[in-house]
Nanobody, 125 residues
Framework: QVQLVEYGGGLVQPGGSLRLSCTRS????????IHWFRQAPGKEREGVSC????????LYAELARGRFTISRDNAKNTVYLQMNKLNTEDTAVYYC??????????????????WGQGTQVTVSS
């Protein structure tokens, strides 16, 4: 089964920034709405953001609004998540996922078709 590839995670101090990337060779992300979601140890998965393929519409969870920005570069077949003003509660494994229905209409997990192995983000001083 196709899996996406996420990278760009790492260790960052509170208040810092990271940019995550999501791509997959041999699979055209451009045709699909792409989600970012995360899972912290011992916690449920939570949707972070999505971006549609057709009109670039974006949607953000409250946790991300004002701090995170999702974008896509179709020429590079890549979707990004720029994360600013990170805090310790943002520590989690971050995943990108393909939306199975099309459109950026919600962030719930029922919309996720498949995803990657994730990239670890650790916010700590």
């Amino acid at each position: 089964q196709v899996q996406l590839v996420e990278y760009g995670g790492g260790l960052v101090q509170p208040g810092g920034s990271l940019r995550l990337s999501c791509t997959r060779s041999g699979f055209t992300l451009n045709y699909y709405t792409i989600h970012w979601f995360r899972q912290a140890p011992g916690k449920e998965r939570e949707g972070v953001s999505c971006i549609s393929s057709s009109d670039g519409k974006t949607l953000y969870a409250e946790l991300a609004r004002g701090r995170f920005t999702i974008s896509r570069d179709n020429a590079k077949n890549t979707v990004y998540l720029q994360m600013n003003k990170l805090n310790t509660e943002d520590t989690a494994v971050y995943y990108c996922a393909v939306d199975k229905f099309g459109g950026c209409h919600g962030l719930d997990m029922t919309r996720y078709w498949f995803w990657g192995q994730g990239t670890q983000v650790t916010v700590s001083s």
